[in-house]
């Protein structure tokens, strides 16, 4: 019953290639993240966003980008794919003033 | 922000109880201390969250003692499909610098029949 959607849920895709990841959510919430995560290993925040038009940098540096033009939609970017970029990336969504988080299901990127 | 520190792993039955402690001897007054579970190759997904004593609902109760320096994570009677990662966070969920919840290495907690 998942209320926040990620999709695609497999990519492959050549180095160069520019490619979105999408995130959607339907609950409202203003609060949205993207977190990276390689198998077995931890998750690292990588970008936030507080409602629509902020957008900041998280912990880990990434080279991806997000936009927040609605507040349901998160979208990343990356430009130009690289090997380094294979992961699982997910994207979470929270209300302000709550303490609980709700996570998609992930987008595993592979490329080659 | 508060760091959290779990053991890394932890081996259990099915059918017996299982308790994760995490420490976090740095907590502030508003943080709440929330537990999530993750199954490889999905989001993580929320289970108990608490401020102090204890917490109970349908998968879990949360234990924190007085100081607030910990907290345990129950897990009653455990099944094979309980075996994942489990999460502990601390947080206030509102300070703009500070709500930027902090996912630690977590407790593999592996099932066996």
């Known amino acids: 019953e998942a209320d926040i959607y990620q999709t695609p849920r497999y990519l492959v895709i050549g180095t160069g290639k520019k490619i979105t990841l999408e995130c959607s959510q339907t609950?409202?919430?203003?609060?949205m993240y993207w977190y990276q995560q390689d198998p077995g290993m931890e998750l690292h925040l990588i970008h936030y966003?507080?409602?629509?038009?902020?957008?900041e940098k998280g912990d880990l540096s990434s080279e991806s980008t997000v936009s927040r033009i609605r507040t349901e939609h998160f979208p990343l970017t990356l430009e130009s794919a690289r090997p380094s970029h294979t992961s699982q990336y997910l994207c979470?969504?929270?209300?302000?003033?709550?303490?609980?988080?709700?996570f998609g299901s992930g987008t595993r990127l592979t490329v080659v | 922000l508060a760091k959290t520190t779990q053991p890394i792993s932890m081996d259990s039955y099915e059918g017996q109880e299982v308790n994760i402690t995490c420490s976090h001897n740095?907590?502030?007054?508003?943080?709440?201390i929330t537990w999530y579970q993750q199954f490889p190759s999905q989001g993580p997904r929320f289970i108990i969250q608490?401020?102090?004593t204890k917490v109970t609902n349908e998968v879990a109760s949360l234990f924190i003692p007085a100081d607030r320096k910990s907290s345990t994570l129950s897990l009653p009677r455990v099944s094979l499909s309980d075996t994942a990662v489990y999460y502990c966070?601390?947080?206030?969920?509102?300070?703009?610098?500070?709500?930027?919840?902090?996912f630690g290495t977590g407790t593999r907690l592996q099932v066996f029949p």
């Open positions: 979470a969504s929270s209300l302000r003033d709550r303490h609980g988080y709700t």
């Open positions: 608490g401020y102090k």
């Open positions: 740095n907590i502030a007054t508003n943080d709440y």
């Open positions: 609950m409202g919430h203003d609060k």
């Open positions: 966003s507080y409602g629509v038009n902020s957008t």
């Open positions: 966070l601390v947080g206030d969920g509102i300070t703009y610098n500070t709500d930027k919840l902090i």
